[in-house]
């Protein structure tokens, strides 16, 4: 982690860490109960498990992994993924691929259209570097004259994968005649190459009921089914694969492994949750790594307690913050409403956490602890996001 200064930025931090860079605020040896609250934290141990299963599941199964950036958007995280072999990085915006080659990410799939000419300029210019693997999704005709219009002097050609679709999803070609179409626009268009097909499940179900394994299943089906009707000249990328599906893609997709390189892009596994991801993930022996804390401020009426963490600290798109000793009916910008009568003004209490990709983009600056299990965990090491 490169060095820097510690100030009244980072939220929570201890006064006394002000002015202090990060190396000297650690080699104190600071502890968890030094920070105030709110408060999210990381728990390395958890952190490192949910690393070593996903990676062992995946190179069991002839899969590759590019988990998705955009969740912590903290180079320090991405680089852990990657030491664990992870194939690169995903990512989700043209600014996003801009940031992250700038802390030196070499491998980037870009799971969007790309068709902005102020990127696609500044990619051309970066794509003299030789060590620089770049792919993006296309999913039109418009889209592939679009690209070829933004790249024109581009260093080489920009490696390209037909997005597939289907109706009431997201992006992508709906059916196989539309993608063949932007197939063959790919290869008349001298500024591309068609390195493969993907697309992303999510779309298809949110639960893992009959009709939802059923719905993401059939999308997978014509993933397939295109792959099988393209002739590659070279071995292609097939990939697909969030947080919630990657068993199905696995069971599907990794039938083509013998042919192609098959990518899952998961990306909340490496830090898990207590909400949404808990409950459909396949892979059960993930743990949660996010610990968020918070303060009771009053109990002014019975069974009520106002907490200090709001909107502005834990995530709440996916399902509000939880905790073993209440129910949390409301968040407002700085507060939480808990129906309690077991806390007391001054208590400190976890709460868990739903969808890690809105948690970490309320905090610039979080603290990871060795164990999360510890009375008063040891912090070991700091991570900056960038939103």
């Known amino acids: 982690m490169q060095d820097f200064t510690i100030g009244p930025w980072a939220k929570s931090f201890p006064a006394s860490s002000w002015g202090l860079t990060s190396a000297e605020f650690l080699s104190g040896a600071p502890r968890q109960s030094q920070f105030a609250t709110p408060l ?14 996903m990676a062992h599941w995946a190179s069991s199964r002839g899969l590759q992994l590019a988990p998705h950036g955009k969740t912590t958007m903290a180079p320090q995280l991405w680089q852990r993924v990657l030491d664990a072999g992870a194939w690169g990085i ?20 870009l799971a969007n259209e790309l068709i902005d000419p102020v990127v696609l300029a500044w990619l051309g210019q970066e794509l003299a570097d030789p060590d620089f693997e770049f792919v ?24 390209v994968l037909v997005e597939i679709g289907a109706a009431g999803g997201r992006g992508g070609a709906r059916g196989a005649d539309a993608a063949l179409a932007v197939a063959a626009a790919i290869e008349r268009a001298p500024e591309l190459r068609l390195a493969g097909i993907g697309g992303f499940e999510g779309s298809y179900a949110r639960e893992r009921t009959v009709d939802g394994v059923a719905a993401v299943s ?38 083509l492994s013998s042919v192609a ?18 409950s459909v993930s396949p892979l059960r022996e993930l743990r949660p790594a996010l610990n968020a804390f918070t303060r009771v401020l009053s109990t002014p009426e019975t069974g009520f307690a106002l907490l200090d963490g709001g909107r502005r600290d834990f995530p ?21 409403y808990l129906q309690s009568s077991t806390v007391s003004v001054g208590d400190v209490i976890r709460v868990g956490i739903s969808h890690p990709c809105t948690a970490f983009d309320k905090w610039r ?18 991570v900056r996001t960038w939103f």
């Not at 995903?90 to 070499?106: K, M, P, Y």
């Not at 603290?367 to 090491?381: F, H, K, N, S």
Request: proline share 3%.
């Open 218 to 255: 059939a999308y997978l089906d014509t993933i397939a089914e295109i792959h099988d009707r393209i002739e590659w000249s070279q071995r292609p990328i097939v990939t697909a694969g969030g947080s919630a599906w990657f068993d199905l893609v696995a069971e599907r997709l990794g039938e």
């Open 316 to 336: 709440y798109d996916e399902g509000l913050p939880t905790t073993e000793f209440g129910t949390i009916t409301k968040l407002n910008d700085q507060h939480a």
């Open 136 to 159: 993006c999704w296309v999913d039109s005709v418009e889209a592939v004259e679009l690209m070829r219009a933004g790249l024109a002097g581009a260093a080489r050609r920009v490696d």
């Open 90 to 109: 995903t990512l989700a915006t043209g600014w996003q691929v801009q940031f992250a080659r700038s802390v030196g990410i070499t491998r980037i799939l």
């Open 365 to 382: 600056l979080i603290p990871m602890v060795r164990d999360a299990t510890e009375p008063d965990p040891l912090v070991i090491d700091l």
């Open 40 to 53: 999210l934290a990381i728990d390395a141990a958890a952190m490192e498990s949910n690393e070593r299963l």
């Open 261 to 278: 390189t098959v990518i899952v892009r998961s990306g909340v596994y490496q830090l898990h949750d207590d909400g949404l991801y808990n």
